[in-house]
């Protein structure tokens, strides 16, 4: 696995959407100011391997695949290995499906970091409390969090109100990836638990997911370069 890129702002652009055009349009756009491009659900599904396979033809940047599996340990196996030619250097994989589940993925794909994520950032305190899951979002992420890393999970996927209590939990070593980032004034849209890119860094997050304030202004390669050079 390549060393990270430090040179650019440590700055996941989510490329949302199922047109690989746009993808990578907003790839090349972003490119000179961020580290990765995160390929999630929507264009993975729509255009399958091709999306990583094009998206890295057109840029050099880290490959974050959001898939966040979650099924029984044989079967997410089974996808983490049939993945495993696009070299992703991050692939995420839900805590809530368990130890076991979390340590197939890392045995099938040991040249990755297998990101567990723990609360998804469109929940509030009160979907977890209709799901059942005890406790503040705070309480349940560490919790999961800690599920994951004793795994064998690597990296951690937690809202920007978590990173300072689970980075307090897990310690220096584990990667932890942020969604749910918007520059001071951004709408939340379905974000649920959101914070400020300059304070999730603070805090200790190492790697900001930011899409919509990116891929959503008029110019995403400003709009890119302005929160980059925020961050410096």
């Given at each position: 696995m390549s060393a990270p890129d430090t040179s650019r702002a440590p700055i996941a652009v989510a490329l949302d959407t199922a047109?690989?055009?746009?993808?990578?349009?907003?790839?090349?756009?972003?490119?000179?100011?961020?580290?990765?491009?995160?390929?999630?659900?929507?264009?993975?599904?729509?255009e399958g391997p091709a999306a990583v396979e094009k998206v890295r033809a057109a840029v050099d940047l880290d490959i974050f695949l959001d898939l966040k599996l979650h099924d029984i340990p044989a079967t997410?196996?089974?996808?983490?290995?049939?993945?495993?030619?696009?070299?992703?250097?991050?692939?995420?994989?839900?805590?809530?499906?368990?130890?076991?589940?979390?340590s197939a993925a890392v045995t099938a794909?040991?040249?990755?970091?297998?990101?567990?994520?723990?609360?998804?950032?469109s929940l509030a305190a009160e979907e977890l409390d209709r799901l059942g899951i005890i406790g503040p979002p705070r309480d349940a992420a560490c919790r999961l969090a800690r599920l994951a890393v004793d795994a064998?999970?690597?990296?951690?996927?937690?809202?920007?109100?978590?990173?300072?209590?689970?980075?307090?939990?897990?310690?220096?070593d584990i990667v932890l990836i942020v969604p749910g980032v918007r520059p001071a004034g951004s709408g939340h849209q379905d974000q649920a638990?959101?914070?400020?890119?300059?304070?999730?860094?603070?805090?200790?997050?190492?790697l900001l997911v930011i899409g919509r304030p990116i891929t959503g202004a008029a110019d995403p390669a400003a709009a890119a370069a302005d929160i980059a050079a925020s961050l410096r």
């Open positions: 047109d690989l055009a746009v993808a990578t349009r907003w790839a090349s756009a972003v490119s000179p100011h961020v580290s990765t491009l995160k390929i999630g659900l929507e264009l993975f599904c729509h997410v196996a089974g996808a983490a290995r049939a993945v495993a030619h696009l070299q992703p250097r991050y692939l995420t994989v839900h805590a809530g499906g368990g130890p076991a589940m979390v794909l040991p040249d990755t970091l297998v990101a567990g994520v723990t609360i998804l950032t064998g999970a690597r990296a951690l996927v937690c809202s920007p109100q978590e990173v300072a209590p689970i980075r307090a939990t897990v310690g220096p638990r959101v914070g400020t890119p300059e304070q999730a860094l603070a805090d200790g997050a190492d």
